[in-house]
């Protein structure tokens, strides 16, 4: 059961293009997962600039650097 939980700043995207990058990551997360559709997940949670380093930094990336598969190419 894959789910894909997206943070990103917050982005102008209508549900069509919402509904386009579901589908793109859901196409990607198949192919190598050999999971069905039916089995993937993807949410979309837009945090402000502002708030990025207490809600997301702090607590999924700088302390899991180690176990990310791709790291970014930024530090706070």
């Known amino acids: 059961m894959p789910h894909v939980d997206i943070k990103c700043f917050p982005r ?4 069509e293009q ?4 579901a589908e793109d990551i859901a196409k990607v997360i198949i192919r190598h997962f050999d999971s069905k559709d039916s089995s993937v997940s993807v ?7 502002e708030d990025w ?5 702090d607590t999924e990336i700088g302390p899991k650097l180690d176990a990310l598969i791709k790291k970014p190419g930024y530090s706070m």
Do not use: F, S
């Not at 949410?43 to 600039?49: I, R, T, Y």
């Open 12 to 15: 102008d995207l209508n549900d």
């Open 18 to 21: 919402k509904t386009a990058l």
């Open 43 to 49: 949410a979309l949670n837009q945090v402000q600039p």
């Open 53 to 57: 380093k207490a809600q997301v930094w």
